[in-house]
């Protein structure tokens, strides 16, 4: 079973600049998630997806930050302006349905160094 | 409202020692409970999952976890330390009545010395 694929796996960027990452679920999977981890602290849940509606973006900065998953499969994650703040790894995740019994699964992530 | 605290941000076991990894939560609802290791430049993997049924869980590489709802704890254990074991672990919560929104606690470090 392929896992998330996530890319870039690195990306530095000046601030004020924009960037998009990209993440691909496990087939089936109808919820997708979006996860911001600074170094030194937990991943912090950005943005969730059920198909191609969002559950949850009470957390995501919508002044810079937006997210699609127009076809309820893939999704980008995209910073506008970028922020010195912004560096972190950014993880996709993915499950069946978000029942609260199912594992969730992650990509890679990528790391983003804004400088 | 929910949230995960990790009681030690670094961990140091000598190899062959017995692992513990404490982790308390907080919920409004019935959560799940879940233990994930990150190791450097990989991604997340969970070693093991509490959804109400046993509250002794037990995971892969050995590892275990005990269910204690009096004491909202959701402690990791390994009763033989391997240094393939050092990496980054996180303690998980969620519940379905919350959108199945999970929160992660901010980590601890485990070093495995030879």
């Known amino acids: 079973e392929a896992g998330v694929a996530q890319s870039p796996r690195y990306k530095i960027i000046e601030k004020r600049q924009s960037v998009a990452f990209w993440c691909n679920p496990i087939?089936?999977?109808?919820?997708l998630y979006w996860y911001q981890q600074i170094l030194g602290q937990g991943p912090k849940l950005l943005i969730q997806f059920q198909n191609n509606g969002v559950v949850d973006d009470s957390q995501l900065p919508k002044d810079r930050f937006s997210a699609e998953r127009l076809k309820g499969v893939d999704s980008t994650l995209k910073i506008q302006p970028a922020k010195l703040e912004d560096s972190a790894v950014y993880l996709c995740a993915s499950s069946l349905l978000g029942q609260q019994s199912t594992e969730a699964f992650f990509g890679q992530g990528t790391r983003l160094t804004v400088v | 409202a929910q949230s995960v605290t990790q009681l030690d941000s670094h961990v140091s076991v000598s190899e062959g020692t017995p692992v513990l990894l404490r982790c308390n939560y907080s919920?409004?609802?019935?959560?799940?409970l879940f233990w994930y290791v990150q190791h450097p430049n990989k991604g997340l993997q969970l070693l093991l999952k509490?959804?109400?049924?046993?509250?002794l869980v037990k995971g892969i590489n050995g590892f275990e976890a005990e269910f204690k709802k009096s004491e909202t704890s959701f402690h990791l254990t390994k009763p033989s330390a391997h240094m393939s074991d050092a990496a980054e672990y996180f303690c998980v919560v969620s519940a379905l009545s919350n959108a199945g929104k999970s929160t992660f606690g901010d980590g601890t470090t485990l070093t495995v010395k030879p």
């Open positions: 087939s089936g999977h109808a919820t």
């Open positions: 509490y959804t109400s049924a046993a509250t």
């Open positions: 919920s409004s609802y019935s959560p799940s």
